[in-house]
C-alpha cells in the first residue's frame, strides 16, 4: 500500500493507494496556498497521520509516500524546487517529511503524476509509451516511456506546455512567444475569444448568451456555443483545434507514442473535442500512412492525482 | 562484429565494425539511385559479399549487418518503408538480404544510425539520454533514452526536421510550414539569405566577395562571411541560430538529455556556431537555474553510418 496525496491551489488530497492503483481510503482539506510552505505541509502531515491512523486500523502496511505538486521537484533531494503557484521555492518538503514518518518520500509534478495513474488504471494502461497532456488554466504534461514515467536528465523535462509551435499575439507567463499553452490551455481559448469580440467580430447570438450568463465566458460556454455552431465560438475553438494539433503532431513526429490522452478541464468537452482534434491533428504527421498513435480522452478525473502520486515509486 | 553499411543519395558506404566501434574494414561505392532500388540493392550485395570474404580470411565472426537508410523502416519486417531521396517505396530489403545470408538484418534511419554511433563512440558516449540533431539538406535526427534508440510505437518517431517551432516565408517538402528544417537546415539558411537579397538587402561587401566565388552561394559561404562580422550573412546566420535554439529549446522542455549533439554539413561552422547556440538557447528553457542540456558538436563525421548501422541490433 501506498500514501498518495494529491497537492492543488486549491485543495490537498490524500488517498490509500493499493499496488493497483484501487484507491481504499481517501480524505482532503483546501490548500491555504497564502499562509506560505509551513502551513501547507502542516495541513499534509495531518492528512498524512490520520491515514497512517486509519492503515494501522486495517492493517494495511504503508510502504511508501508519494506527493504530485503544482512544480518540479529535485529528483536527488526529493525537494520541491519550484511551485509558482503555491509561491514555493526549494521548499524541503522530501527532507521534512522522511525525517517525520521514516518512510521513502516521492515527489513530482502533477502532470507527471496523472499521467502515472492513467497508465496503471487509465486510458493508457497497457501502453508501452504515451503522452498525457492536460489541458487546464495552464498546459501540462506527462510522458511515459518503456512505461516508466519519463522526466529527463535534471527531472526538467515533460514540459509539453512550452514547446513553442507558432507565434501568438501575447506573450507566456514563462517569458516566450508562442508556447503550446498560449494556443491550448482554458486561458488561451478565453484569451483569444475575448480579442475577437475586442476587435469588433459582431456576432449577437454570442453576446446575448453571454449576457444571459452575467457576462461570465469561460471555456464551458465558449465550447457549449462552438457545439451550437455559433461562429464567433467556432472560430476560437477551431483555432485551439489547430494548434493543439500541431503540438500533437510534432509529439507524433517526435516521440510517436502509442496514446496521446488529453485531460485537465478543456477536456470536459469531451467527444466533441477529440472528434475535432481527429479531422485535424493527421495533417501534422509525417508519416500518415499505416499505424499511428491514437489521441484519447484521459479517464480518471480527480482521482488521478492520488493514484499517480501514490505510485510514483513503481513508474519512475 | 557486425557488419555496417551507410546508404546515402551519393555513395554507399560498408565496413566491418567490432562490438565497441571500431571499423576494422571500409570499403565505398557510388550510388547508382537513378537506376532504381534493385541496382542499389546489387550494389550494396556486392559489397557485402566482399565484407564476408575479408571476415573469412581474418576469422571474424559475423552476427549481423545493419543497414542506414535515407528514410524509414518497418520494425516488424525490417522492409524499408519510404526513402524520398532514393525513391524507394516498400522496399523488402530485410526481406531480400535476409533470405540470402541468413543472418539477422537489421535498418534504420540515417540519423537515428548516427545517434548510436556518437552514443557508443562519440560525443554523447556514456550519456544516459541524448539528442542527436544533423542539419545538412534537411535536418534529421536521433534520440537515445536510457541508452537505447527511441524510435516510438511504430517506428515513425525522431523525426526532429519536422517539428513545428514557428512560420516560415516558405513550405517545408513535407506540405506543411513551419517545421525547424526550413530555419535550421543548409537549404533554409541560402534561401533566407537569397530572401534578404532578393528584397534589396544591399550588401556590397557580401555581393564582391559573392562574385569571386563565382556567384556560389553555399552555406559555408555564409559562415565564412558571418564570422567576418557582415551584416547579411550575420542577420541570416542569427536567424537561423534564434529558430535552431527555440527546437533544441523545445527538446530540453520536452526530453531535457544529458547532451543535444549537432552533427550534419552545417556543424562544419564548428565552435562559431556552437558558441552563438550556447548564447541562445537559454532563453528558451523554462527552468534556468541549475544543471541543464549541454549543446555539443558531433564528433564522428563521416564514419558515423557505418558504426551506427553496424551497431543497431545493440541499442534497439
Redesign the interface.
Given at each position: 500500500m501506498y500514501i498518495g496525496i494529491d497537492v492543488g491551489g486549491t485543495s490537498i488530497k490524500a488517498g490509500i493507494v493499493d499496488y493497483k492503483g484501487n484507491i481504499l481510503y481517501k480524505d482532503t482539506i483546501g490548500t491555504r496556498a497564502s499562509l506560505g510552505y509551513e502551513a501547507v505541509r502542516e495541513d499534509m502531515i495531518t492528512l498524512i497521520n490520520k491515514a497512517i491512523q486509519y492503515s494501522k486500523q486495517e492493517n494495511y502496511r504503508i510502504d511508501s509516500i508519494g506527493i504530485g505538486v503544482p512544480g518540479?521537484a529535485d529528483p536527488q533531494s526529493d525537494n520541491v524546487?519550484?511551485c509558482t503557484n503555491l509561491n514555493w521555492k526549494d521548499a524541503p518538503l522530501g527532507k521534512d517529511l522522511k525525517s517525520r514518518y521514516g518512510l521513502p518520500i516521492y515527489i513530482d509534478n502533477d502532470a507527471t503524476v496523472a499521467a502515472i495513474a492513467e497508465s496503471v488504471k487509465g486510458i493508457t494502461k497497457g501502453s508501452?509509451?504515451s503522452v498525457f497532456l492536460t489541458l487546464g488554466t495552464g498546459v501540462g504534461g506527462g510522458?511515459i516511456?518503456?512505461r516508466k514515467v519519463?522526466?529527463?536528465?535534471?527531472?526538467?523535462?515533460?514540459?509539453?506546455g512550452?514547446?513553442?509551435?507558432?507565434?501568438n499575439f501575447y506573450d507566456c507567463n514563462?517569458g516566450?512567444n508562442?508556447c503550446l499553452e498560449t494556443f491550448a490551455s482554458a486561458t488561451a481559448i478565453v484569451r483569444y475569444t475575448q480579442k475577437l469580440i475586442d476587435e469588433g467580430f459582431l456576432d449577437e447570438e454570442f453576446m446575448e448568451a453571454l449576457r444571459s450568463k452575467d457576462g461570465v465566458m469561460d471555456t464551458k460556454f465558449i465550447f457549449d456555443m462552438a457545439k451550437k455552431n455559433n461562429e464567433l465560438a467556432l472560430k476560437s475553438i477551431d483555432r485551439m483545434v489547430k494548434y493543439l494539433s500541431?503540438g500533437i503532431?510534432?509529439f507524433?513526429?517526435?516521440?510517436?507514442?502509442?496514446i496521446i490522452a488529453i485531460g485537465g478541464g478543456v477536456s470536459k468537452a469531451g467527444k466533441y473535442l477529440i472528434e475535432k482534434i481527429n479531422r485535424e491533428f493527421i495533417?501534422?504527421?509525417?508519416?500518415k500512412?499505416?499505424?499511428?498513435?491514437e489521441i484519447k480522452l484521459s479517464q480518471l478525473g480527480n482521482d488521478a492525482g492520488i493514484i499517480g502520486a501514490a505510485l510514483i515509486s513503481e513508474y519512475k
Open positions: 518540479i524546487i519550484y508501452e509509451n510522458i516511456i518503456n519519463y522526466s529527463g536528465t535534471h527531472n526538467k523535462g515533460s514540459e509539453i512550452h514547446m513553442i509551435i507558432g507565434e514563462c516566450n508562442g500541431i503532431g510534432n507524433i513526429n517526435i516521440l510517436n507514442p502509442d495533417n501534422y504527421v509525417i508519416f500512412e499505416g499505424s499511428t498513435t
